[in-house]
T-cell receptor
Framework: EPEVTQTPSHQVTQMGQEVILRCVPI?????FYWYRQILGQKVEFLVS????????KSEIFDDQFSVERPDGSNFTLKIRSTKLEDSAMYFC???????????FGSGTRLTVV | DAKTTQPNSMESNEEEPVHLPCNHS???????IHWYRQLPSQGPEYVIH???SNVNNRMASLAIAEDRKSSTLILHRATLRDAAVYYC?????????????FGQGTILTVHP
């Protein structure tokens, strides 16, 4: 079954550094998402992306965050200047139509030290 | 606000059926009911979704009340691998595919 692939699986970065989390959605999917989950807390929506632009973003997704689909296959989340509170699991998801549900990747664990 | 209510936890024995309830009393006529589960240290996984009729797939069955104010996810024979957090989520219908709003979900424990 097709999968959403995320890399790296774990990233450690120093506070203030920029990080880029990468995702390869399923090839014929059209809608793309980033979610995060702080340890022990709920999964939270960050941003949705369709037709090469952001369609919705949450309050969490401030100016420090950006998303890009640079080459038609990758979908990236950039955090410009990481903070300790950005430490979380970040999940990418995609969907083509409503026939089946959203497919999530296995996540990137970001640790900011 | 996830707008659904689920029990915090449930327990089951292996190979027995499990009925996971969800209350969504303020659901609108076009909202779909989605179920996802999250195994330890993994991303959420789609289980099933429906609008009005009961639905079956290889993973589970979804029973939707006639008034659509509640639904039940049915795992016909629980296995140890079904131990996970199960999320019941309302999702607006239509042609756009909006965000999923996760609540705390139901932690399902399966005993051997």
């Amino acid at each position: 079954e097709p999968e959403v692939t995320q890399t790296p699986s774990h990233q450690v970065t120093q506070m203030g550094q920029e990080v880029i989390l990468r995702c390869v959605p399923i090839s014929n999917h059209l809608y793309f998402y980033w979610y995060r989950q702080i340890l022990g807390q709920k999964v939270e929506f960050l941003v949705s992306f369709y037709n090469n632009e952001i369609s919705e973003k949450s309050e969490i997704f401030d100016d420090q965050f950006s998303v890009e689909r640079p080459d038609g296959s990758n979908f990236t989340l950039k955090i410009r200047s990481t903070k300790l509170e950005d430490s979380a699991m970040y999940f990418c998801a995609s969907i083509r139509t409503g026939i089946k549900g959203y497919t999530f990747g296995s996540g990137t664990r970001l640790t900011v030290v | 606000d996830a707008k659904t209510t689920q029990p915090n936890s449930m327990e089951s024995n292996e190979e027995e059926p499990v009925h996971l309830p969800c209350n969504h009393s303020t659901i609108s006529g076009t909202d779909y009911i989605h179920w996802y589960r999250q195994l330890p240290s993994q991303g959420p996984e789609y289980v099933i979704h429906g609008l009005t009729s009961n639905v079956n797939n290889r993973m589970a069955s979804l029973a939707i009340a006639e008034d659509r104010k509640s639904s039940t996810l049915i795992l016909h024979r629980a296995t140890l691998r079904d131990a996970a957090v199960y999320y019941c989520i309302r999702l607006a219908g239509g042609t756009s595919y909006g965000k999923l709003t996760f609540g705390q979900g139901t932690i399902l424990t399966v005993h051997p």
